[in-house]
Structure formats: C-alpha cells, structure tokens
C-alpha cells in the first residue's frame, strides 16, 4: 500500500525559516550570509527545538493556547539567536586555521 507522507511537515520550520530572514541583517556584518549559511543557521536552530509534526497548521494553532504561542515564538527567537552566534563564532574559527 503507499502513502503520501508529504503533507508532513515540522511545525517550527516555517517559523525559524522567517526568523532566520527576519534576523539575518542583524549579522550581515559578521558572516557571508550566503544561502548556504542561512540553511546551516537554521539547521542549528531547527536541532535545538524539539519537534512539532502536523498536517495542517490551523489544526495545530487551534489547540495553541496565546501563552503557548508565546512560549514557542520565544524559544523560536532563542534558538535562531543561538545559531547565529553558533555559525559565526565556527565562521571565524575556521578563518583563523586557513
């Protein structure tokens, strides 16, 4: 029998996906923000959340409580932050040992 898994999706992808554009010029400065890089940073930020799989994103808000939504939105930011940092302080590592 097959399925069609690809209605799967993890929740914080889209949110982490915006957060990582949202705050990217905010390090521009530090680091090559090349396509490559915003995937790593995401990829570090993705890593330290715990995963969230739906089908449907109004069938996952609607259980959501504003408290909730707060508390994810905020670790969110967290975990971008921290991978930023993350990339960067690797960034200039690996420029140092060139």
């Given at each position: 029998m097959a399925q069609d898994f690809s209605s799967l999706f993890n929740h914080h992808e889209r949110?982490?996906?915006s957060t990582v554009m949202e705050l990217a010029p905010n390090y521009a400065a530090n680091v090559d923000l090349d396509a490559d890089t915003l995937c790593d940073v995401a990829c570090v930020a993705l890593n330290r959340l715990p995963p969230r799989y739906i089908r449907h994103e109004v069938d996952f808000s609607?259980?959501?409580?504003?408290?909730?939504?707060?508390?994810?939105?905020?670790?969110?930011?967290?975990?971008?932050?921290?991978?930023?940092?993350?990339v960067e302080a690797r960034t200039a590592l690996r420029a140092r040992n060139v």
């Open positions: 949110e982490v996906f609607f259980y959501l409580t504003e408290r909730e939504r707060q508390e994810i939105s905020a670790a969110v930011h967290e975990a971008v932050t921290y991978a930023f940092n993350f």
